[in-house]
């Protein structure tokens, strides 16, 4: 299952991988959610989320204001 919040990101490789922490997995609290990646993340390199312009659906389109966390699995 894919991350809605990376699989729209233009650094995201796939198989939990992109371009902010290299040949590292992307972290769990990125990965569920847990941490909105739009703010910096420890091991980032200072690399965020930045909507993939090829995508009809991102992050900002779904949540909206940086003060709205991304939801976690909310169900």
């Known amino acids: 299952m894919q991350n809605p919040q990376c699989a729209s990101c233009r650094f995201f490789r796939g198989l939990r991988e992109c ?17 909105d990646h739009r703010e910096p993340f420890e091991g980032d390199g200072g690399v965020t989320y930045s909507a993939n312009p090829d995508m009809e659906f991102t ?15 909310a169900n």
Request: net charge negative; hydrophobic share 30%.
């Open 59 to 73: 992050v900002d389109s779904m949540v909206g204001d940086r003060d709205e966390p991304v939801s976690p699995e």
């Open 19 to 35: 371009d902010a922490f290299g040949d590292k997995t992307i972290p769990d609290d990125i990965w569920k959610n847990k941490h």
